[in-house]
């Protein structure tokens, strides 16, 4: 159960008010959506960062693939 949300402004005025039913709502979704990323499958490789990459490829340029 999600309970009703106010933001304020910095003045003390409300600028938004977000209903329960809409907090539900995005929550579920966002689960939902998270969930169906999720797999069990991996492929076993590591990304490399790019910035690694570059800087070896700069070291090493004899050994850039094409």
Do not use: A
Request: net charge negative; proline share 3%; charged share 30%.
């Amino acid at each position: 159960m999600f309970y009703q949300v106010r933001i304020f402004k910095s003045d003390g005025e409300i600028e938004k008010t977000i209903k329960s039913e809409e907090l539900s709502q995005k929550f579920w979704d966002d689960f939902y959506n998270s969930e169906n990323n999720i797999t069990l499958v991996s492929n076993g490789k590591t990304q490399t960062p790019r910035w690694v990459k570059e800087h070896l490829d700069l070291k090493f340029p004899e050994n850039i693939s094409s």
